[in-house]
């Protein structure tokens, strides 16, 4: 099948809307210093102009081959896909590639996830583990101006964090911040350090420079979905 590379000559002029060819991103990703941080599984990668989602797509497949090595039971590959889906983000411009964007990732999520527990662990998926992943999805994927940090009605661009407490079973804490805030607290303590060594996108809890503006409950990575804020 063809790959399409461009939608029209216009979004080329508006927008720079060029995909990359999935044999581009493949060479891309198998950069040995990119390889690294795939195999973290809390290293967390930031696509700024992430159109359908070339680049997170693949990501997301390799992340979900180190969540299942990394998991020796359902439960812990359960949990592990869920951290692996967290670390994976992306703002996009215009609205219809936004929407097959989060499509995209939800598919590549159902599809890889499902087809590992049956072949690997001989078992049917968990329905609470995908309506996570599909709030995961949302709030991770965002239609905005990255180069203005503000979404098209001009409010501030709002990324949520998803801190790995551990524990058994393993807890996660979900804190949003706005996207400008976790630029500043990059360049004021060397978290983004350059084009070449951008790793990851939060700094420790201490470093941060502004209030979360939601805070979530603790709770288990399958349970997400019930976003349960705290009350004030
Ligand atoms: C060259 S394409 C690359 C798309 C994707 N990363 C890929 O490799 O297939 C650039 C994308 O950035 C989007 N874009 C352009 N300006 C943007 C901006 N200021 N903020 C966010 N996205 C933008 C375009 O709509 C387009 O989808």
Not at 2 to 30: C, Q, W, Y
Not at 94 to 116: A, G, H, K, P, S
Not at 121 to 134: D, H, I, L, M, R
Not at 161 to 172: A, F, I, S
């Amino acid at each position: 099948m063809t790959e399409k590379i461009i939608k029209s000559a216009d979004r080329v002029k508006d927008h720079g809307e060029v995909f990359t060819p999935r044999r581009i991103v493949n060479l891309m990703l198998d950069q040995p210093e990119i390889t690294a941080k795939i195999n973290d599984l809390h290293a967390t990668f930031l696509e700024p102009s992430a159109g359908e989602g070339a680049f997170l797509v693949e990501l997301l497949k390799r992340k979900l081959q180190v969540a299942l090595k990394r998991s020796k039971s359902v439960r812990a590959f359960n949990e592990n896909s869920l951290i692996a889906l967290s670390t994976l983000y992306g703002i996009e411009y215009l609205e219809d590639n936004v929407e097959m964007l989060v499509m995209n990732m939800q598919e590549t999520f159902n599809r890889e996830y499902e087809t590992i527990l049956q072949e690997k662990f001989g078992t049917k998926y968990n329905k609470n583990v995908e309506t996570s992943a599909k709030v995961i999805i949302q709030s991770n994927m965002q239609q905005g101006d990255t180069l203005k940090g503000k979404t098209l009605s001009g409010e501030p661009i709002v990324f949520s964090e998803w801190q790995d407490l551990g524990g058994n079973p393993c807890k996660v804490q979900r804190t949003e911040y706005t996207f400008e805030s976790i630029l500043n607290q990059g360049e004021s303590t060397g978290t983004v350090k350059n084009s070449y060594e951008q790793l990851d996108l939060f700094a420790p809890v201490d470093e941060k420079k502004e209030k979360p503006i939601v805070s979530y409950v603790p709770c288990k990575w399958s349970d997400i979905y019930l976003k349960e804020t705290v009350i004030k």
